[in-house]
């Protein structure tokens, strides 16, 4: 078993509520439901704030044209064939690349890759400046891939569902590279690593 510590002093969350001590034992806030069936999007966001996952950061290039964004709605779909899926919003600038080029590279972060999980997380940022830090390579695709990433997957798009806000690429995995490094997380706005449990 692992826990969750924070990865950088500077993304440390603010004091418990309530005046708690960190590991004080309280009880889990019970919100009632209302009757109908819809969620609001401040519960909905509020929920997802404690789920932790891992940080990717999702590229992609058109010609000569490149960029990317950090993103955590990533996740497998199948081995056979080897399958992959990214949530990416409509209005992201890599938005446009993915839908041109028909590929994308998924680079799942290492804790020491902070610094370029928030490059690619920070609006306004030309394509420069966010690939300004690391070394970036190429593998099938031509999609920008991170050197020293925990995990990368080259990927071909073969199927796009539009979802809300969203739009779901579902990519054929065409490249891999693994490396056995402590994976960067994310929970409740910080960045964070696995700690050891007893």
């Given at each position: 078993?692992?826990?969750?510590?924070?990865?950088?002093?500077?993304?440390?969350?603010?004091?418990?509520?309530?005046?708690?001590?960190?590991?004080?034992?309280?009880?889990?806030?019970?919100?009632?439901?209302p009757?109908?069936?819809?969620?609001?999007?401040?519960?909905?966001?509020?929920?997802?704030?404690?789920?932790?996952?891992?940080?990717?950061?999702?590229?992609?290039?058109?010609?000569?044209?490149?960029?990317?964004?950090?993103?955590?709605?990533?996740?497998?779909?199948?081995?056979?064939?080897?399958?992959?899926?990214?949530?990416?919003?409509?209005?992201?600038?890599?938005?446009?690349?993915?839908?041109e080029?028909?590929?994308?590279?998924?680079?799942?972060?290492?804790?020491?890759?902070?610094?370029?999980?928030?490059?690619?997380?920070?609006?306004?940022?030309?394509?420069?400046?966010?690939?300004?830090?690391?070394?970036?390579?190429?593998?099938a695709?031509?999609?920008?891939?991170?050197?020293?990433?925990?995990?990368?997957?080259?990927?071909?798009?073969?199927?796009?569902?539009?979802?809300?806000?969203?739009h779901?690429?579902?990519?054929?995995?065409?490249?891999?590279?693994?490396?056995?490094?402590?994976?960067?997380?994310?929970?409740?706005?910080?960045?964070?690593r696995?700690?050891?449990?007893?």
């Amino acid at each position: 078993m692992a826990t969750v510590q924070d990865a950088h002093p500077a993304f440390r969350p603010s004091a418990s509520p309530c005046g708690l001590a960190r590991g004080a034992e309280r009880m889990p806030e019970i919100v009632e439901m209302p009757a109908s069936d819809t969620v609001s999007d401040a519960d909905f966001k509020t929920a997802m704030r404690q789920v932790t996952s891992s940080v990717a950061v999702i590229t992609a290039r058109s010609g000569k044209a490149r960029n990317g964004l950090t993103a955590t709605a990533v996740c497998s779909v199948s081995a056979e064939p080897p399958m992959m899926l990214v949530c990416i919003n409509r209005s992201a600038t890599a938005e446009s690349l993915i839908a041109e080029s028909g590929s994308f590279a998924i680079n799942f972060l290492s804790d020491q890759q902070h610094r370029i999980a928030r490059l690619f997380s920070t609006s306004k940022l030309s394509a420069e400046e966010r690939f300004g830090e690391g070394r970036w390579l190429s593998m099938a695709t031509g999609s920008p891939v991170l050197e020293g990433a925990v995990a990368t997957f080259d990927c071909k798009v073969v199927e796009r569902v539009l979802s809300g806000t969203h739009h779901i690429y579902f990519g054929r995995v065409v490249g891999v590279t693994s490396l056995d490094q402590e994976a960067l997380l994310y929970r409740d706005g910080s960045f964070r690593r696995l700690a050891a449990v007893g």
